[in-house]
């Protein structure tokens, strides 16, 4: 599937995702939005391919800051033939861009896993676009460690990081730490230097660790509810903290099983259209049927869709990001235009991603069409036709 110098697709409705045009008109060039707007003010320029996909909406693609795998396959192979297998799945759901996410290991497996995620990040993919690593641990609490095993947890280490920062060719975008660590202030000064995002989980905070953790900067959480401190009214710990604090931007798995629908609205209301990030901690299990898949170094066994370790805890999901829109706009009070947010600014913002998220001009021309059953029908990563299920 080429590349089209200039392409104009209209559409039944362009969410972008301030904005609604409908019925909408949008104008690619080279890879990137050129104009975007109603049928009636945007022209269709005479050299344009024009493409209809009048009864579908536009949206900008989906961004997702938190993948371990799907398809089958697991970031921590670190090759390029896994990596464009997560790319190409994620596409079908309407994701265009991704950080491919570490499990907490031994520090040599996460040094050979981030250097060799750091070198596949200049190659072209054929789906969703990887722009960095996640790295979810190993500075994270052992009382709080989800299906990260407590053997490869290790206190905060500026050093280690660095080295990591170093291996991975600069290509470390996000860090899941746990704040109230010991040595902390040294990792955020790391991570600033590294030019990472930190965010916050995997967490025993009390509600004044994780205001404090805001205070200096770490303004993003993830999985908020699962690997953390539980909300009691008298101590909200760090759950009351990301719910109170609109600095923060926050994760939630909508999957239904890794939160109560009754907590996910709640979650929408307390944080807003504009601090919710819709990712999924997906595993190589995501789009694959029932059976036994890795995460890192775990054998997980899934059934009915639940993933869980030999332990029995919850180990990463097999959501989408198309049904985390759908299962949002069923659960909670935000529009499918306000939940779609969750998708696209929101985690561009919070991972300074200055071209994604939105379909202004000058963005990059990473598109979603969906249909009323929120299935995704048409996929675009710059401006290139990466997936289509077109009858
Ligand atoms: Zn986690």
Same mark, same amino acid.
């Given at each position: 599937?080429?590349?089209?110098?200039?392409?104009?697709?209209?559409?039944?409705?362009?969410?972008?995702?301030?904005?609604?045009?409908?019925?909408?008109?949008?104008? @690619?060039?080279?890879?990137?939005? $050129?104009?975007?707007? %109603?049928?009636?003010?945007?022209?269709?320029? +005479? &050299?344009? =391919?024009? /493409?209809?996909?009048?009864?579908?909406?536009?949206?900008?693609?989906?961004?997702?800051?938190?993948?371990?795998?799907?398809?089958?396959?697991?970031?921590?192979?670190?090759?390029?033939?896994?990596?464009?297998? @997560?790319?190409?799945?994620?596409? $079908?759901?309407?994701? %265009?861009?991704?950080?491919?996410?570490?499990? +907490? &290991?031994? =520090?040599? /497996?996460?040094?050979?896993?981030?250097?060799?995620?750091?070198?596949?990040?200049?190659?072209?993919?054929?789906?969703?676009?990887?722009?960095?690593?996640?790295?979810?641990?190993?500075?994270?609490?052992?009382?709080?460690?989800?299906?990260?095993?407590?053997?490869?947890?290790?206190?905060?280490?500026?050093?280690?990081?660095?080295?990591?920062?170093?291996?991975?060719?600069?290509?470390?975008?996000?860090?899941?730490?746990?704040?109230?660590?010991?040595?902390?202030?040294?990792?955020?000064?790391?991570?600033?230097?590294?030019?990472?995002?930190?965010?916050?989980?995997?967490?025993?905070?009390?509600?004044?660790?994780?205001?404090?953790?805001?205070?200096?900067?770490?303004?993003?959480?993830?999985?908020?509810?699962?690997?953390?401190?539980?909300?009691?009214?008298?101590?909200?710990?760090?759950?009351?903290?990301?719910?109170?604090?609109?600095?923060?931007?926050?994760?939630?798995?909508?999957?239904?099983?890794?939160?109560?629908?009754?907590?996910?609205?709640?979650?929408?209301?307390?944080?807003?259209?504009?601090?919710?990030?819709?990712?999924?901690?997906?595993?190589?299990?995501?789009?694959?049927?029932?059976?036994?898949?890795?995460?890192?170094?775990?054998?997980?066994?899934?059934?009915?869709?639940?993933?869980?370790?030999?332990?029995?805890?919850?180990?990463?999901?097999?959501?989408?990001?198309?049904?985390?829109?759908?299962?949002?706009?069923?659960?909670?009070?935000?529009?499918?235009?306000?939940?779609?947010?969750?998708?696209?600014?929101?985690?561009?913002?919070?991972?300074?991603?200055?071209?994604?998220?939105?379909?202004?001009?000058?963005?990059?021309?990473?598109?979603?069409?969906?249909?009323?059953?929120?299935?995704?029908?048409?996929?675009?990563?710059?401006?290139?036709?990466?997936?289509?299920?077109?009858?």
């Amino acid at each position: 599937m080429a590349r089209s110098p200039l392409l104009a697709i209209d559409a039944a409705r362009i969410v972008d995702p301030l904005r609604t045009f409908a019925p909408g008109r949008l104008i @690619i060039e080279a890879g990137s939005v $050129r104009e975007v707007g %109603t049928q009636d003010n945007v022209r269709v320029p +005479s &050299s344009a =391919e024009r /493409v209809d996909l009048s009864g579908l909406t536009l949206t900008p693609g989906f961004i997702d800051p938190h993948i371990h795998g799907c398809g089958g396959a697991d970031v921590m192979d670190g090759t390029y033939d896994s990596l464009n297998l @997560i790319s190409r799945t994620l596409a $079908r759901h309407g994701t %265009t861009t991704f950080l491919p996410t570490t499990v +907490s &290991s031994g =520090e040599d /497996v996460l040094s050979l896993a981030v250097e060799k995620l750091g070198n596949l990040m200049s190659k072209v993919f054929e789906g969703a676009t990887p722009l960095g690593i996640h790295m979810e641990g190993p500075f994270i609490s052992r009382m709080k460690r989800g299906t990260h095993k407590a053997s490869n947890i290790v206190p905060p280490n500026a050093e280690m990081f660095l080295r990591w920062v170093q291996l991975s060719n600069r290509q470390i975008r996000l860090v899941t730490i746990a704040p109230e660590l010991d040595g902390i202030d040294q990792l955020l000064a790391a991570a600033a230097q590294a030019g990472a995002t930190v965010a916050m989980g995997h967490s025993n905070a009390s509600l004044a660790e994780a205001n404090a953790a805001a205070d200096r900067g770490v303004c993003y959480a993830v999985h908020t509810f699962n690997a953390m401190r539980e909300f009691t009214h008298r101590e909200p710990g760090i759950v009351g903290a990301v719910l109170s604090d609109d600095r923060i931007f926050a994760e939630i798995i909508a999957d239904g099983v890794h939160v109560h629908p009754a907590a996910v609205r709640t979650f929408a209301r307390a944080k807003g259209k504009y601090r919710i990030v819709l990712a999924t901690d997906s595993t190589s299990a995501a789009g694959m049927p029932d059976g036994q898949y890795v995460l890192g170094s775990h054998i997980i066994n899934v059934s009915g869709g639940v993933c869980r370790d030999s332990e029995g805890r919850l180990a990463g999901s097999t959501l989408t990001q198309d049904v985390a829109l759908k299962n949002m706009v069923a659960w909670t009070d935000l529009s499918f235009e306000e939940s779609v947010i969750g998708l696209t600014l929101n985690p561009a913002r919070a991972l300074r991603l200055e071209k994604k998220g939105m379909l202004e001009p000058g963005a990059d021309a990473d598109v979603v069409a969906l249909d009323e059953h929120f299935m995704v029908v048409r996929t675009y990563v710059g401006g290139r036709l990466v997936w289509t299920n077109s009858k």
